[in-house]
């Protein structure tokens, strides 16, 4: 198995970042760590890498112990931040981390090429990276990590702060490897981009995985076959929480939530809340998706 | 209103930059302290000037003056080396004490040569034969020659009257007495020189520069350089070369904060692997820092490079490697850019005025010269004056290069110490 994590946890002072972590990535598969910002997903990325020693659990990479000499070379993490030399050309910082990771001569040489290629720089090659559009820095940020052709990569947010053009080269460059059978970690806390990318995505919150699946699993398990139905009044007060909580529905930020087997049901709540003398500004029927998932476990938008 | 509003902001803003106070108001009162200590003799510290004295003639007239000189509150005399493991050494002879100068223990020795109680005072002119006082110098010190050579007068006037005396009736008995031919003859000779050498009324009194007391002065070391070129190349070489080292240190702390220092410690890349590729690079900036400003030296103000080619190798690399692990530790203690930034300025103007970078350090209180040890600076700046001033062999150089070495291997292994912050989170 590419990763095993089991029970691990990770407490910086008073906060726990990491709270008793279990889980395993399969061969090949792209896994999603889908949770808001602060939830635990980079500090569970670095202890991953050796970047930080956790103070219980076990983590090992094709077998081998995090931090060690094997798993480093088996690992390609792509940091959130841009962590590459400003003041070099974009294969001179390739070529860096390269013979960091024990490269030279011509193997060395290839797999700046190779990875040149696959962030679409090689017309960039000679560029200083601080003279690069942000999009390209964050191409060549992973491409930064695929050096030394890994078989495990870690990619902590590598969309954040780029453009929709730049996001969808981005995806094309994951989808690349995936087809190629590489084992991914994605985090992120874009619902859409775990979505589109992931074969399994687990939710990530308060240093805890809440639930783990594919999409339609994920969905599946919190509603059912049922849908949603968001409705929005004008003035959100405790007549109406009591109201919405009676019909089995909950208010989050100001919003009502139901969910509904048949789409029919709606006529009854629209009926109700007329009745009951409040104002209705919007009524919207969702199909449930991952950001529903996330706030019907734990009553948080999944951007807050 | 506006005026005020802007001066709020900015104060506000001060007060939280830490590094910016320090280099505002510690460094002016620490600057000071140090140039006042210097200067201003504090608490009745100022320097002495350091002499050896040889008396070989033990006349009346040798006695008396090195009684004079040992009475001066500015002189801190020597006669002998100082014990050795409470054994008391001989006293210095001309030759122990000219190797004492040329080693740099003292700035100056003075040899009363045998024979010279004999006529130690000079009114007529110079008469080469008769010994006069040695003044074997440093000329690096150019301050404690001629304030020697004015004390000996001083001495010859106020310590040994009659001494004076009884030279006196010798001249007059030489110079004067009944004018017969052969006087006559003596006081034309005299004459004539004056008429001939119009610049030359000191000469005649003295030979010396007018001096009652004849002293010859004789550079024993750096006669072969113009000036001190080399000096200040070490001095002023070694203050930058600290702030070099750790401004180049600092790519550490960018590299923390731009993320690249995980993503290096990700690879097979070690913390100690990662420092010790740092320290090398940063010897090397500053070896060749130090090349350029040595060449620099030679192709402009003369100074003789190439022959000391062994030396400067040895001291250079040594310095290097000593300055890059000062970098090392200063960029490990602090944790941004600013703090880096007013912490070595701070520290480096410290250490390089008390290690003589700025003021020669034998000019120097002793305490503070004594401080100077613990610098960089002095042992660098000893070590370079030790091949290109006083043309010493490498192997002279064991102190300075043992100090120097040990204090990269100390301060490296404490840097490497305090990085392991970066190491593990």
């Known amino acids: 198995m590419p990763l095993r994590v089991a029970s ?53 990479v094709f077998g081998a112990p995090a931090g060690s000499t094997a798993a480093r070379d088996v690992l390609g993490w792509i940091p959130q931040e ?25 193997a060395l040489d290839q797999a700046v090429s190779r990875c040149l290629d696959w962030a679409t720089l090689t017309d960039r090659a000679g560029e200083l990276v601080k003279n690069l559009s942000g999009g390209m820095k964050r191409r060549l940020n992973m491409a930064a990590g695929m050096i030394h052709a890994p078989k495990l990569v870690l990619m902590d947010e590598p969309t954040v702060g780029v453009d929709p053009q730049s996001r969808n080269n981005i995806f094309e460059m994951i989808e690349k490897l995936r087809d190629e059978g590489m084992s991914i970690i994605y985090t992120t806390h874009y619902m859409e981009e775990a979505e589109r990318l992931c074969d399994r995505i687990a939710i990530v919150d308060h240093g805890k995985v809440i639930a ?3 999409d339609a699993e994920l969905v599946a398990n919190a509603f059912g076959t049922r849908s949603q139905v968001i409705a929005r009044f004008a003035a959100a007060d405790d007549r109406v ?6 019909r089995g529905g909950r208010l989050v930020d100001g919003a009502a939530e139901f969910t509904v087997e048949r789409p029919s049901e709606i006529a009854g709540l629209l009926d109700g809340a007329s009745k009951a003398g409040f104002e209705l500004i919007d009524v919207a029927l969702h199909r449930p998706n991952l950001e529903s998932v996330f706030l019907h476990l734990t009553g948080r938008a999944l951007r807050e | 209103m506006m005026i005020s509003a802007i001066v709020r902001t900015a104060v506000a803003s001060l007060r939280r930059d830490r590094a910016a106070l320090a280099l505002s108001f510690i460094l002016p009162v620490v600057f000071f302290s140090i140039f006042a200590v210097i200067f201003g003799g504090r608490g009745g510290a100022s320097p002495k000037v350091k002499l050896i ?6 006349s009346r007239a040798s006695e008396q003056i090195v009684k004079g000189l040992q009475a001066e509150t500015t002189l801190s005399i020597r006669t002998r080396p100082a014990a050795v493991k409470g054994v008391e050494q001989p006293e210095y002879t001309a030759a ?68 004076m005396a009884e030279q006196g009736t010798k001249n007059l008995e030489r110079y004067a007495g009944a004018l017969t031919k052969e006087q006559r003859e003596r006081m034309d000779a005299g004459l004539k020189y004056l ?38 190349a070490a001095a002023i070489g070694v203050m930058f070369l600290l702030f070099t080292t750790s401004g180049a240190a600092g790519a550490m702390l960018d590299e923390a904060e731009s993320g690249t220092l995980d993503r290096v410690l990700s690879s097979r890349v070690t913390m100690t692997s990662l420092m010790l590729g740092k320290m090398a690079f940063n010897s090397l900036l500053a070896f060749t820092q130090l090349v350029v400003m040595f060449l620099w030296g030679w192709a402009v103000f003369k100074l003789d490079f ?62 503070m010269q004594k401080a100077g040890l613990l610098t960089i600076n002095a042992w660098a700046i000893d070590g370079f004056t030790k091949i290109f001033w006083r043309d010493e062999p490498v192997s002279h150089l064991w102190p300075q290069v043992g100090v120097l070495l040990g204090i990269a291997v100390v301060l490296f292994a404490v840097a490497r110490r305090l990085a392991r912050r970066w190491e593990f989170a």
């Open chain 1, 8 to 60: 691990l946890v990770k407490r910086f002072g008073a906060l726990t970042a990491v709270d008793g972590i279990s889980l395993g990535l399969r061969s090949g598969e792209c896994l999603g760590w889908l949770g808001p910002n602060g939830a635990g997903k980079s500090t569970l990325i670095r202890s991953i890498v050796g970047r930080v020693m956790p103070d219980s659990g076990s983590i090992s």
């Open chain 1, 82 to 106: 841009l962590a590459l030399y400003a003041r070099l050309t974009c294969s001179e910082n390739l070529a860096s981390f390269g013979r960091y990771h024990g490269l030279s001569g011509a």
């Open chain 1, 212 to 214: 783990l699946g594919t």
């Open chain 1, 241 to 246: 929480a009591s109201w919405v909580a009676e």
């Open chain 2, 53 to 58: 004295v040889v008396d070989e003639d033990h």
């Open chain 2, 96 to 163: 122990s004490a000219e190797a004492a100068v040329k080693d740099g223990d003292v700035p100056l020795a003075v040899i009363v040569p045998k024979g010279f109680g004999e006529n130690p005072i000079s009114f007529g002119p110079r008469d080469p034969s008769r010994p006069s006082i040695q003044l074997l110098k440093d000329p690096s010190d150019m301050i404690a020659s001629e304030m020697v050579t004015g004390l000996l007068q001083k001495v010859g006037m106020t310590s040994m009257p009659d001494v």
């Open chain 2, 195 to 232: 008429r001939e050498h119009p610049d030359a009324g000191s000469t005649v009194m003295g030979g010396n520069g007018g001096q009652l007391i004849p002293v010859t002065a004789r550079s024993v070391v750096g006669e072969n350089h113009p000036d001190m070129i080399s000096f200040y």
């Open chain 2, 306 to 367: 190439w022959a000391h080619i062994p030396g400067f190798i040895v001291m250079g690399v040594c310095t290097a490697v000593a300055v890059a692990a000062f970098g090392m530790l200063l960029a490990s203690t602090c944790t941004t850019r600013a703090q880096l930034g007013a912490l070595s300025t701070l520290i480096i103007l410290v250490m390089s005025s008390i290690g003589g970078s700025m003021f020669p350090r034998f000019l120097m209180p002793e305490a």
